[in-house]
Structures are given as C-alpha cells and as structure tokens.
C-alpha cells in the first residue's frame, strides 16, 4: 500500500465499541490513509452480539471490497458472525473486480507492478479467520491476519496504538514485497524446518468450517492456529475434528500463535500434531492477547526452528503455489 490509498472499514462479525472505531480511523488516517466506514458498520440488531442484519453486513464487505477506488477492506472486530456471510456473498462479482483492479493497475503500473498492485488487501483475525479461509478458496488472494482497527491494541490507549503491534502491522502493509521480520516463538514442539503458503486462523473457526464448501486444507502449506478462552479438551476435541477430516493431509509444517485463556494447551498441541511427523513452532505472538503480530496468509512462509520462527512474505506467494 502507498500514502494516499483508500480502506474500508467493515464490521463483518461483533458490534465495535464506536470510541475505538473512532480512534482506529485516527491511526490509519495518521499514515496518510483515506478511510472509509461503512454504512452498516455500527448497526446493532436484536442479537446484540451482530453487527446489524447479515445482509446489511455482507452488503458492506462486499461493496467495499468490489469498490474499485479502495485498496484494503479493514475488519473493525472479531467476536462472532463472519461465517454467516459466506452464503450471501456474491463470490463471481468479487472475483470479476479483483481481476478489474489487476487490469486497471497493470495498464497504469506496467504487468509486474500491477499484479502487486491490483490486490485488494483484507485484514482481520479471530472471527474473520471464516473469510480469510473463504477469499483464498474462492478469490485465492493473499489476506492479512492481524490487529483489527476497533480493538485495544490498536486504539485502545490515548497514548497511541501497542508499539510492535503497530509496527508489524505498518511493515505488512507498506513494506516491500520481500521476507518481512521473522516472528519469533518461544518453544519448538517439533524441529526441522520447512517451506510452504500459510493458511489457518482462530481453531474454533477452521473446526466450524469442516463439513462446509470451505473446508479448510492445509496441504502442502503451513498450517497457523490459535485460539482464546478454549479448555485443553476443547483444543482436543477441535485438532481431532480436523485431523479426522483430512486437514492436516499432507501439511508441511505448523505455527502456533497465541492461547490466551487457555490453561495450558501445549500437552494436548504436542500430542495431537507431533505424530504428524512436521516441524512445530510455537508461542509466536499472533492472535490475541498483546502483542498481536501481522501474518500474511496465502503467500509463502518458512518454520525454522532453530530460531524458532515463521517468516512470511507476500510478493512470492504465488511461487509457492
């Protein structure tokens, strides 16, 4: 992304709180940013815990996202209901405008340059972990899994957003396309190293979404997960759910973020995932809890665990494909 560029603002899933929305619009604003919010994006419904009607909702991801003139589609909060969207979505019509955009910059830019260009950016965790999952099935586009614009380590504080935070996200959106700063974990439950397009999210949403037309698959990939607030047994219960279902077929490797209220997970992790035979990285500091690390999925990550880390990058994803 470049100065000037325009984002959208979207609630696909919880109501923000409006004081922090606010002051989300301020960060991004203060990088040179035009921002957009959208229509729906602080509609309250009689389930208090939507952000308005489904159809309200999806109509303002959608909008934005097919919105020729914005570059990144920002989600304000996690908490629950992207996944009810999935269905509501026109998926032909957003994939006809990724391929505009891509045309409209590689005439302005030059065909290199407009391929990088012409990508929309969407950016979000927890919840969002649903569309992430769905865009690379049916967009198969590179999103960005990191702090939402409503939440506290962004605009919680007066004093400005959480320091590595904001500057790991600042270097996922601005940064060139080449390796970003590795994210470093604290344990290895596996050792090796190993190569391959990031995919995953929040462990509550990939176990929802087996069974579904976007049944999470992390073949030939680095499979990322995280959860907050899910008992050991319930991280069980969810890793066999997607290991029965054939997720982990064929995985190269496994990052895993942060366990915020969950006890201690890492008996259950190992036992469930060491006998996949790959290597394991963990308590890298991406998904909840502060600091929250940006990740790009859909591009190619490397696990080294001899410095125990996951290093992404967005302009060779397509390599690894």
């Not at 609630?11 to 035009?34: A, D, T």
């Not at 910059?105 to 260009?117: K, L, S």
């Not at 190293?193 to 976007?214: H, I, Q």
Request: proline share 6%; net charge negative.
């Amino acid at each position: 992304m470049r100065q000037g560029d325009t984002v959208a603002i979207v609630s696909p899933s919880g109501p923000p709180n409006p004081e922090l929305l606010r002051r989300g619009v301020e960060r991004l604003e203060g990088l040179g940013l035009k921002v957009v919010v959208g229509a729906h994006a602080l509609d309250r419904q009689d389930l208090d815990y939507l952000a308005g009607a489904d159809a309200a909702r999806a109509a303002d991801l959608q909008e934005a996202w097919c919105d020729p003139a914005v570059s990144a589609v920002f989600c304000c909060r996690g908490g629950y209901g992207a996944g009810r969207l999935l269905e509501l979505l026109d998926w032909e019509a957003m994939r006809a405008a990724g391929r505009a955009a891509g045309r409209a910059a590689g005439r302005a830019a030059g065909r290199a340059a407009g391929r990088a260009a012409g990508r929309k950016t969407l950016l979000g965790s927890s919840d969002i972990t649903a569309l992430h999952n769905a865009f690379a099935i049916e967009l198969d586009v590179p999103t960005l899994h990191g702090p939402m614009i409503a939440c506290d380590v962004i605009a919680g504080d007066d004093a400005g957003p959480e320091p590595l935070t904001w500057e790991s996200l600042r270097e996922a959106l601005f940064g060139p396309d080449e390796e970003v700063t590795p994210v470093a974990g604290d344990r290895v439950l596996a050792p090796g190293r190993a190569e391959g397009v990031v995919r995953g999210g929040n462990l509550s949403l990939l176990a929802s979404m087996c069974g579904t037309r976007w049944q999470p698959s992390f073949a030939d990939g680095i499979a990322f997960l995280e959860d907050v607030g899910e008992e050991p047994y319930r991280i069980d219960r969810m890793l066999t759910q997607l290991l029965q279902a054939g997720a982990f077929d064929g995985v190269r490797g496994i990052a895993l973020g942060s366990w915020v209220g969950c006890g201690d997970p890492y008996p259950v992790l190992e036992d469930r995932l060491r006998p996949l035979g790959v290597p394991i990285v963990a308590g890298l500091p991406v998904g909840h809890g502060t600091p929250q690390m940006s990740v790009w999925f859909g591009a190619l990550g490397v696990i080294d665990t001899e410095s125990c880390s996951l290093t992404g990058s967005w302009g060779i994803g397509e390599q690894a494909r």
